[in-house]
């Protein structure tokens, strides 16, 4: 394959998308319109994977902009407790990655947005590289978040997973010096994922002081969408967000109105109530 050449999936069939790739197509309509990407989180096999399926069309027709679909982890470092909580309880229910991709292969036949997978090494490792990579992409899964695959080690897995028109979401924290976000936006494809805090995931009463500031310096760096994470929990801070970033991406806000709404019949109205507010531009 074409290594500078992006593919989508339509049913069985790899074809490529007008030069780019899902993501990229999607920052770029909504350039086009002036508006920002809302990234919508949630972990896969929370609480089944039949919620997760109708939450993710539920969201689709909600018109969040980007999936992010969280693969279960017994070891999530990077994530706060609700979604440690979340991962576990998936992880009880059986829920494994070709689960996971499995569930995205369904989804494909009628969801047109992108989907991301959020997950750590691991599983890609035992399930190997090249069989991962080229199931993900058969899938329609268009991108994948790593966060303990910096970009300077996982070299030959990032390469493959482009050559391949799997996108690899690189991160910026606000403790990344000059140098680490030139190296970053020059690895980056897709978006640049900016974590907006030190620490695990989570909701916050307040944004960061500095973070205003931390996405003009990465701007002046890269011409790569950024997207902001971590401790973005309700509508006001979507919106302060959208005014200094690209993008805003939401998860343990989400996650927890799936645990408030657990047992409750109505979840997916009411979860999809909760990120229709989210969003509203």
């Known amino acids: 394959m074409n290594p500078v050449t992006n593919y989508c999936v339509t049913g069985k069939n790899l074809e490529v998308c007008n030069g780019m790739n899902r993501i990229e197509k999607k920052f770029k309509e909504l350039k086009k319109v002036r508006q920002k990407a809302f990234i919508a989180f949630i972990t896969a096999g929370y609480p089944n994977l039949s919620i997760t399926e109708k939450l993710i069309r539920k969201f689709d027709k909600s018109g969040v902009d980007i999936i992010e679909l969280g693969v ?29 991709l499995n569930l995205v292969k369904k989804l494909r036949k009628n969801i047109t ?28 899964v268009d991108g994948v978040i790593i966060p303990d695959l910096p970009p300077d080690e996982g070299r030959d897995f990032i390469r493959k997973a482009n050559k391949s028109g799997l996108t690899n979401i690189c991160f910026v924290s606000p403790t990344t010096n000059i140098k680490r976000i030139k190296f970053i936006s020059l690895a980056a494809k897709g978006f640049i994922y900016y974590v907006s805090l030190t620490g695990v995931t989570g909701m916050r009463k307040t944004l960061a002081s500095n973070l205003r500031q931390n996405i003009k310096t990465i701007k002046r760096y890269t011409d790569k969408p950024v997207c902001v994470g971590f401790g973005v929990s309700n509508r006001i801070q979507v919106k302060e967000v959208g005014k200094i970033a690209d993008g805003v991406i939401v998860g343990s806000a989400i996650v927890g109105k799936i645990k408030e709404n657990i047992n409750n019949p109505c979840l997916i109205k009411r979860v999809g109530r909760f990120v229709q507010g989210l969003k509203r531009r």
């Open 72 to 100: 279960p982890f017994s070891d999530p470092m990077a994530d706060g407790p609700v979604i440690q909580e979340a991962s576990q309880w998936a992880l009880k229910k059986n829920t494994r990655l070709i689960d996971v």
């Open 113 to 140: 947005c992108p989907i991301l997978l959020m997950t750590y090494y691991n599983p890609i490792f035992c399930f190997g590289d090249d069989k991962f990579i080229k199931r993900a992409v058969q899938s329609g």
